[in-house]
């Protein structure tokens, strides 16, 4: 089985000391946070666009009716948060760790994604769609229902996830090892998946996901 070409991930470069903040308040647009941690805490029913923040930690903190549409994220870190239907849509993510997050039907379609790690993420229901990726990892995720839809991978991994139902229509899977995954059904397009990596077991996953039709020999 050939292998995946996978250069390391550059991990987020976070400061020990970080200044508390509290962002339960009313946001301009294009508001700059750096060297902050927020942690424990609820953030509900804020919005704006264009907000970046750099070299920060998220720690067990849970975001209610939030949107970040055009956020930026360089140096950043969630542990143990809830970003459940945020729309984190048109995103710029760089080095950014997202670690044991449930991130249930957040929108960051249309993003761009570059040295990000999700680790033991809830990431059902997510979008994904029309994203650029590039030294990216899923790994120990369940993508159920996830949409990659026409993005583009380079050097992204997927390792131990669930990706059942996922759509991974009009994107280019060449190279991506997907054998450590498991999926019963997954949405891929016929021309581009040469070169997509799969174990003996998911062939006929695929064979389905085709429309195709496996017919047994008549027994005699």
């Keep these: 089985m050939p292998k995946q070409k996978v250069s390391k991930i550059v991990t987020p470069n976070i400061p020990s000391a970080l200044t508390t903040l509290d962002l339960n308040h009313e946001i301009e647009e294009g508001q700059y946070y750096s060297i902050n941690i927020v942690e ?3 953030i509900k029913n804020i919005s704006g666009d264009k907000v ?9 903190v849970s975001f209610e009716n939030v949107s970040f549409r055009n956020i930026e994220l360089t140096d950043v870190c969630f542990e143990k948060c809830e970003l459940i239907n945020v729309d984190f ?15 249930l039907g957040i929108d960051l379609s249309a993003s761009s994604f570059r040295n990000v790690i999700f680790d033991h993420c809830l990431t059902d229901y997510s979008s994904f769609n029309f994203s ?3 030294q990216v990892q899923f790994k120990n995720c369940s993508l159920c229902n996830a949409d990659f839809y026409e993005s583009v991978f380079k050097n992204l991994t997927f390792t131990n996830c669930n990706i059942n139902q ?5 994107t280019n899977l060449k190279e ?43 027994k005699i």
């Design 52 to 60: 970046s923040f750099e070299k920060c930690v998220f720690k067990n």
């Design 166 to 170: 996922a759509n991974l229509g009009k």
């Design 89 to 103: 849509s048109h995103a710029i993510i760089h080095r950014v760790m997202i670690k044991e997050c449930k991130l």
């Design 132 to 134: 650029n990726f590039k």
């Design 40 to 42: 424990n805490n609820l």
């Design 176 to 218: 991506i090892d997907l054998s450590s995954c498991f999926f019963e059904d997954l949405t891929v397009s016929t021309q581009e998946l040469q070169g997509c990596i799969i174990s003996p077991e998911q062939a006929i996953a695929f064979v389905k996901a085709l429309g195709l039709t496996v017919k047994e020999e008549d």
